[in-house]
């Protein structure tokens, strides 16, 4: 069934360059979105960049939250680590602690918390990892997921407020997984709206593979995203 909605807020993931190097036209994109996904400095971002980013986001009046990843800068977050389910809580625990640090500074609330990359995939197929990774998030806040998945069903469980996305950037296997690449290829304009304007408009998506695939977003909590990582354009 399509979605009755077809209005999305725009996310887009940021603060993910380290040092010297950046990551993504941040700076130009912040007129044009609603909600930042801020890196916590495990996968990317640093303490001046967190800073830095925080701040544009209040001036832009774009809603921030946390966007933990495992700890693998080199590999951009994207590489699966194991750990102990106290492993991830830490992990994810110890990152929202750095964001909210310098969300206390500019007088801001954190809006939401979304994991990053590999985590994000582990979660979506993983419930023990979902329920490990949400204990690590105060109870009532937003968090952001893939419909239908274990992120959804642990998210309940642990008493957040569970927000289903959509993604422009991300391709989908047959069964509404999606397919975490482990470095991004640039996407055509044209095959992106196509791509974005499936999932607003029909609540479906065609897989990389070819199938035609019901995202399941109807029965969330209402508030569907369209949400971007980075990829370049072509």
């Not at 130009?28 to 986001?57: K, R, S, W």
């Not at 918390?113 to 990892?129: F, N, Q, S, T, W």
Request: glycine fraction near 10%; include cysteine; charge should be negative.
């Amino acid at each position: 069934m399509a979605p009755t909605q077809t209005k999305a807020l725009i996310n887009v993931d940021m603060g993910e360059g380290y040092g010297n190097f950046i990551c993504g036209p941040d700076k130009e994109l912040l007129p044009m979105i609603d909600q930042a996904n801020v890196a916590c400095g495990f996968h990317a971002g640093d303490p001046m960049i967190m800073a830095e980013t925080v701040a544009l986001c209040k001036a832009h009046n774009v809603k921030i939250g946390a966007h933990p990843g495992l700890p693998d800068v080199q590999g951009f977050g994207r590489r699966e680590i194991k750990f102990s389910p106290e492993e991830h809580t830490a992990n994810v625990v110890y990152q929202i602690g750095a964001l909210k640090a310098f969300l206390d500074r500019e007088g801001l609330e954190m809006h939401h918390v979304k994991p990053h990359g590999i985590l994000y995939g582990m979660m979506a197929r993983d419930l023990e990892i979902a329920r490990a990774v949400w204990a690590a998030v105060p109870k009532g806040m937003r968090v952001f997921g893939l419909a239908g998945s274990h992120m959804e069903t642990a998210a309940k469980e642990a008493g957040l407020v569970f927000w289903a996305e959509y993604f422009a950037d991300v391709k989908y296997r047959a069964d509404g997984t999606l397919i975490i690449d482990r470095k991004k290829q640039p996407w055509d304009p044209e095959d992106v709206r196509k791509h974005v304007s499936k999932q607003l408009y029909e609540g479906r998506v065609f897989a990389a593979t070819g199938e035609d695939v019901d995202l399941q977003i109807e029965g969330t909590a209402g508030h569907h995203m369209l949400s971007f990582g980075f990829s370049r354009l072509r």
